[in-house]
Each structure stands twice: as structure tokens, then as C-alpha cells.
């Protein structure tokens, strides 16, 4: 059964910082890219970083690069994203996904894989 489950969500102030996970497993393929996208409210969903199927690799979104950062280790199916300097809108949902690819991908549509999502709520 496949599952992509993320973690790590929450309520937090402005200036603060989160690290979400997201644990990949049971996929029929063995190496894949994951990545990270956010819907705020009233939004469409957005591509916010994507890393590849090592690790080796990573792109981020010009709108949060200075910001954010994903991670994955090698050989692991877990990857991380990390915020810092949270502000009010980064409130979102932030959902991880799974790629058929090898390498980082940007547009949800080559993502076959989703997890529920977690909430993020920033305060000022």
C-alpha cells in the first residue's frame, strides 16, 4: 500500500521556524523525486521545493528560496523541509508528493503520489 505521510505542522509565530517530513513507502518504483507543495487559503496549489531521488539534487521556489530548504538523505525515502523566518502567509497546507522520476520535478502534475497534507499557521 502506498503511503506519503507528512508531519511536523503547526501553529507558530512570525519569525519562527518548522521542519515538516515526509515518509514515502510502499511505491512500486524504487527511486523517485519528492516534493513539496503548499495551498493557501483561496489558492490554487504551489510548487514549493522538489529534491531527487538521492538527494543530490534540490530546486527551490524563487519566492521562498531564501527561506526555505529541502533535504533527503541518500538511499532514504523521508524528506524535509525546512522553514525559517515564518511569516502570515506562509499559512498553508503543505502536502508532499511522489514523482515517477528520477530527478526534481516542479509541476504537480508529475507527482502520482499525495499525502493528506499538513497544516501550517503563522501568526503575526
Known amino acids: 500500500q502506498v503511503q506519503v505521510v507528512e508531519s511536523g505542522g503547526g501553529s507558530v509565530q512570525a519569525g519562527g521556524s518548522l521542519r515538516l517530513s515526509c515518509a514515502a513507502s510502499?511505491?512500486?518504483?524504487?527511486?523517485?523525486?519528492l516534493g513539496w507543495f503548499r495551498q493557501r487559503p483561496g489558492q490554487e496549489r504551489e510548487f514549493v521545493a522538489g529534491?531527487?531521488?538521492?538527494?543530490?539534487?534540490?530546486y527551490v521556489a524563487d519566492s521562498v528560496k531564501a527561506r526555505f530548504m529541502i533535504s533527503r538523505q541518500y538511499g532514504m525515502n523521508t524528506a524535509y523541509l525546512e522553514i525559517n523566518n515564518l511569516k502570515p502567509e506562509d499559512t498553508a497546507v503543505y502536502y508532499c508528493?511522489?514523482?515517477?522520476?528520477?530527478?526534481?520535478?516542479?509541476?504537480?502534475?508529475?507527482?502520482?503520489?499525495w499525502g493528506q497534507g499538513t497544516q501550517v499557521t503563522v501568526s503575526s
Open positions: 508528493a511522489a514523482a515517477n522520476y528520477l530527478e526534481v520535478k516542479i509541476t504537480a502534475n508529475d507527482y502520482i503520489h
Open positions: 529534491v531527487n531521488w538521492d538527494g543530490g539534487r534540490t
Open positions: 510502499g511505491l512500486t518504483f524504487r527511486r523517485f523525486g
